[in-house]
């Protein structure tokens, strides 16, 4: 006589083995955020001001492109540069559109503070951050 139970038992078990990895799988692909790289950049177009941002991208090449690709969609004229590169450090950038004018810092303190007084040193009234990001391990 078969034994039905040892069987259902046994498939029971490789299903919920099977379903397990599977979890385990879909987490490691879809769920689980990925660590962030040291690399950052900055880029802009002097003409019109636009700029793009990348941060936490595991190789330079990989921020400077992303950054570039940023800009270039706000911009629409494919003019935008890099400005500033990071390497575990922070970046921070500064408009004034009444100047024409744009002010970029790099560093590990007070970034942000010190691009708005650059800008402001420039004898603009309307000076903003437009752009603030740390590459990881800042």
Same mark, same amino acid.
């Given at each position: 006589?078969?034994?039905?139970?040892?069987?259902? /038992?046994?498939?029971?078990?490789?299903?919920?083995?099977?379903?397990?990895v599977?979890?385990?799988?879909?987490?490691w692909?879809?769920?689980?955020?990925? +660590?962030?790289?040291?690399?950052?950049?900055?880029a802009?177009s002097d003409?019109?001001? /636009?700029y793009?941002?990348?941060w936490g991208?595991?190789d330079?090449?990989?921020?400077?492109?992303?950054?570039?690709?940023?800009c270039?969609?706000a911009d629409?004229?494919?003019?935008?540069?890099?400005?500033?590169?990071?390497k575990?450090n922070?970046g921070a950038l500064?408009?004034s559109v009444?100047?024409?004018?744009?002010?970029?810092?790099?560093?590990?303190?007070?970034? /942000?503070? /010190?691009a708005? +007084?650059?800008?402001?040193a420039?004898?603009?009234?309307?000076?903003?951050?437009? +752009?603030?990001i740390?590459?990881?391990?800042?």
């Amino acid at each position: 006589m078969p034994m039905y139970g040892d069987r259902r /038992t046994s498939l029971t078990i490789m299903l919920l083995v099977a379903l397990l990895v599977l979890g385990g799988v879909a987490y490691w692909k879809f769920l689980r955020k990925p +660590e962030l790289g040291p690399y950052g950049a900055i880029a802009m177009s002097d003409s019109s001001l /636009t700029y793009g941002g990348a941060w936490g991208y595991p190789d330079p090449i990989a921020a400077y492109k992303h950054s570039i690709s940023e800009c270039n969609k706000a911009d629409g004229s494919n003019d935008c540069v890099v400005k500033v590169t990071l390497k575990d450090n922070c970046g921070a950038l500064a408009i004034s559109v009444e100047h024409n004018a744009s002010f970029l810092v790099q560093g590990r303190d007070q970034v /942000t503070a /010190t691009a708005m +007084e650059q800008c402001q040193a420039s004898g603009a009234s309307d000076c903003s951050i437009h +752009e603030n990001i740390c590459s990881s391990n800042s």
